[in-house]
């Protein structure tokens, strides 16, 4: 049965309307009444544009309150948010605003040439408020936010969450990490990610502050860590680096309980020298689909587990299936998983089997029931926290015609974990800079390959597959 | 849609396998894998008998280990627990057992003459096991508990709580209270109770141990607060003030959290006693219908709030209908109410309007939105904690030919909130202790009128309808 609860933000505002929701480096706060209210105008501004139940809103901004108060704003219109992320070029942003039938786009500052009406934030302030319905409960089935991911057909897709995904995230989190009503959670991860997101919400869920920061820079997150009694933060393995590295000889205070690191694996040297600084790392396994975390390592396991992602989250189940020798692909199922990628049934369909979701990961499970990924879904390339998909940036390639075909492989960065190289087949003549000059109109800075080889033919095998691993031998040599 | 979690002991037993789940005084105590084992083993015994998905299977015992396997041992086999109050005489439990069509019974130790199939838990043990499926998944919808409520009309009803109902109090309760890993919960009350049961589905959920005590003795309660790491105790007020009165000089230690106080409304200086002895109380409002508590006031509003019941939980709501100067019916809403009556449409119906539960009680909201209730339920008599309604003494008095009439009311006690007194038109002759004999066979102990008054006719108004204040004003006198 379809579930209601009360509107979260108006919830945490009448429990606790006095206590800090987001807190900046500057030292200005939101508590969670402002933060009800300015969310409530900013509705009533948005309704006078059109927007309304149902309507999918682009947002596309750097990490800032504004963004935060646009998408609660969505919430009480029941909109749905699609989050933008701001490394696309205008050609990605549009295939996505195109795909999500999306009429209006709220940016931090205008600049992108996007085929949607474009507001900034403070355009949308200006706006007369009109006298329209709020939202007093959030039904748990209805779709708040849409993400994209790139997935492995080279087309993003746009992966739907409910706002019972967010809850029951949420809520897995808690009964994993426990709650403690002084915690503070540091947001430095992006917002239009659902990492970053969902410190937000667990914010009004949980009653307890986000410390937002609008990017990264090492020294002012060790900083508000230091100083700022901030006791978890979520990160990716390159900052987790960054951090260890910029602290020198000093350690995290006690209070600080916990960074959960996600985007990636994470080497045991790095957790090591998280130790010595008083670091407590949850290491942890997720996607997009599965609203941030699914499956966690807490610090307790760190040392006999190495390598190993974790255990599901309470409500959370895994399965290998087909099992080789143990090894197969990695299933999910639980209430925080996405119910189905938007307009796109057949990717749906291709990705859910009786409930279960494939994450296109493989791996396995030991005795104890622990995680061990194995290999990333299909050549999936991580780098800095950012998936890559091969096969987009192939795609991109493919439609040169001086390219007869183009492989993308993964290649370890010790500052982003991974970074992307093309292996190219001329067709005709042309230099690396010609390609990389038209790779740059179609594909986010991040996945743009660090080097483009030009070789006579793909490696490929007897059912005519490429065979990536021998790229990267041809690398090594 | 329909959310469905793995089961929650076999998760927990995963996630937590060495950890304690259930502790014991006499220091013997359970781990979560051995709990999980154990109630395993029991269903397949249980499934000997014919009992499977969706039998209605009675259990009647006092606090104890075997009660707790005993229904998790159920909820493997997808029956239904129907919780069995101790206190009640035979007519009393045969009238719940007919009602719920329960064809097995079991219990600590024989004694009760039921109509039904009754077994020890002894007796269970010692039966073979069937090798049957286990649930892997609990699904929220489906009805776990049904515990019985005696409401206005004199004949109990069947409360069902889902495991849904059961999850949602227990994520709510976390939202407040916050969840510290180290946790320890300390169950007095008697498990048949929604208050004493919710501690070991709470246990099982949040992976921190019970520790049960077998009945309230205020010594061995304060013993084990003060010297066995619990954190949080649930309790009723005359609970708390036998605490407060056996503590001496004593104050409870700085790690011990909370008092869930529920089962009725705690006296200013009952509070303010438990202050001077360090003991946070959280003040309740709840039901059987909502799963345990579903308003709480926090200590930070004890004084400031005095005589307050707080603020509905997260996910719940609470409005006053219809309001008279402010004052109205109490109604509540949320996904730990129960959905309705176990095989009585017509009472779910009266009592539910719109989704909201109506209460019956009589409260009004200030202007930060707290809550005061103002008069308990159709004259509802609070007793130790356990619910009496005058109607039911009323209904066994009027079988009785040589009474015409009776009225019963509650009559403050400083021992126990309250005490039931009956006012008796005659017939016929008879005497005080004959209609006491009559009543010991049908009404459990706690419910028997205190003193009997007999009088020449009841008052009432001009509709005829008895009016108990007037009855109050004769005591009095």
Redesign the interface.
Known sequence: ??????H?LT??A??APGKMAIEHEDGLAISFRELKESSQHFAKKLAQLGITTGSRVGVLSANHSDMVIAVHALSYLGAVAVMLNTRLTDNELNYQIHDADVAFVLVQEHGPQLDASVYTFSEIKKLEEKDVFLQT?LNL?DVFTIIYTSGTTGFPKGVMHTY?NHW?SA?SS??NF????DDKWLAVLPIFHVGGLSIFLRSV???IPAYLLEKFDANKVNEAILTKDITIASAVPVMLKKLTDALGSQTYPDKFRSVLLGGGPASRSLLEKARTHKIPVFQSFGMTETSSQIVTLSPDHALDKPGSSG?PL????LKIDPSENGIGEILVK??MVT?GYFNNKSATERTFVDGWLATGDLGYTDDD?FLYVVDRRKDLIISGGENIYPSEIETVLSRLNVIREAAVVGVKSDEWGQVPVAFVVKNGETTAEEIMEFMKNHLAKYKLPKEIHFIDKLPRNASNKIVRAKLLDLLAE
């Open positions: 049965m379809s579930e209601s609860i009360p979260w919830k945490q009448d429990l409960e089935d019972g029951w809520v808690m009964l426990g709650l403690d009503k869920i949980y009653g255990k309470f409500p959370a189940q639980g209430p119910k029931g």
